[in-house]
């Protein structure tokens, strides 16, 4: 137990001391968010948490990396795209200059086989599904989902901090339960990061000061390390758990990735087109503060990965399982996408009366 305090306390500690370290030289970097179009907060937030991680990661990871294969191409793969997102964060990059640099440690992981996801467990009531010739391809635009799903999550305080967080809780916490102890140095590392980052992103009067974003650096390192690791648990020769109980630890930003693409799409729109539909953006538009939607998530994040590991570790099976998810993705779609509908009607009813009270207040004063 002391050995594992150690792992996640290491990290959580330089990573906070990153965030200080930053925090003053993030305006000469030209690291900071300001107000306008979609963003909607309040005052210039500096946007060093994925460099700060980044650096907890390193130094949390330096004790205990050896044991886990293929860390170098993970390290350095990490590395590459922190790099870019910064350079996103300080340029705001389109995404055709983003796409060739973020693709290439991924196809250089599938191609590589340092990383490969070579079957999807058995989500159909029968044997493993084998990928074959696919793995590579598959592995490949599995990391760039996670990485997408991550960004797009990332939008409200604490949001993506959270859901990262759980994820990382249920992967190590089923390493520990199936003896696969290689890969716990990396995960506590990860928690800890994560946690150092959330003292400072965690929607609350205390943090108001300090506040800081990850920004796009942080959202890419955590969607790529936590796809690395999924599929590494999920796999043999480890199978700490299966595929489809990956798809109950990450449904919340698997739901609002796929629902916000649906939604566009049935609007005319292309898939990838940027707007304020995502989950938190619903939340927010239905009066709840920011700490309640990171409540929120972190609550339903815990229910999906809890109700997905417990009943793998039940065995139940894994048709069943990914039936059971693949309904909740319907409801979840459906009731969302009912809800932004309703909303949308309000807001322009709430519009038209404010319209009609400043015309009817202007005649008045005319009087």
Not at 277 to 285: A, K, S, V, Y
Request: aromatic share 12%; net charge positive; charged share 15%.
């Amino acid at each position: 137990m002391s050995g594992i305090t150690i792992q996640i306390g290491l990290p959580l500690l330089v990573t906070i001391l990153f965030m200080f370290a930053l925090r003053p030289v993030a305006r000469g970097l030209g690291l900071i968010d300001k107000p306008g179009g979609r963003k909607t907060h309040i005052g210039e937030i500096p946007v060093i948490g994925g460099l700060a991680m980044t650096g907890g990661l390193i130094v949390g990871t330096l004790s205990g990396y050896q044991a886990v294969q293929g860390f170098p191409f993970f390290f350095a793969s990490v590395l590459v795209l922190v790099l870019i997102g910064a350079f996103d964060d300080r340029y705001d990059l389109p995404a055709s200059v983003r796409f060739l640099p973020t693709i290439c440690p991924c196809l250089f992981l599938g191609a590589g086989r340092v990383v490969a996801a070579h079957d999807l467990g058995a989500p159909f009531f029968g044997d493993t599904l084998q990928l074959g010739w696919f793995s590579v391809i598959f592995t490949v635009l599995i990391v760039l989902t996670a990485i997408n799903a991550f960004n797009m999550f990332d939008g409200s305080d604490g949001v993506a901090g959270v859901q990262a967080l759980i994820a990382a809780t249920f992967l190590g916490f089923a390493c520990v339960m199936r003896g696969t102890m290689q890969y716990v140095p990396l995960v506590a590392a990860l928690i800890g990061c994560i946690l150092g980052f959330l003292v400072f992103n965690w929607p609350s009067k205390r943090t108001r000061n300090v506040r800081a974003f990850m920004g796009d650096a942080g959202s890419t390192m955590l969607g790529f390390s936590l796809a690395w690791l999924s599929i590494e648990v999920s796999q043999e020769p480890v199978r700490a758990i299966t595929p489809v109980v990956i798809l109950w630890i990450f449904a919340l930003p698997i739901y609002d990735l796929f629902s916000s693409m649906l939604r566009r799409v049935s609007q005319g729109k292309s898939p990838f087109h940027a707007d304020s539909e995502h989950l938190h953006h619903i939340l927010r538009r239905f009066g709840h503060s920011s700490r309640r939607v990171a409540q929120i998530v972190l609550l339903a994040a815990t229910l999906f990965a809890s109700l997905g590991v417990a009943g793998h570790l039940s065995g139940v099976d894994d048709g069943w399982l990914f039936l059971v998810w693949m309904a909740l993705g319907v409801a979840y779609h459906i009731v969302f996408g009912r809800g932004l509908v309703i909303r949308r009607r309000q807001e322009s009813r709430e519009e038209d009366e404010a319209a009609t009270t400043g015309k009817y207040w202007a005649i008045w004063k005319q009087r």
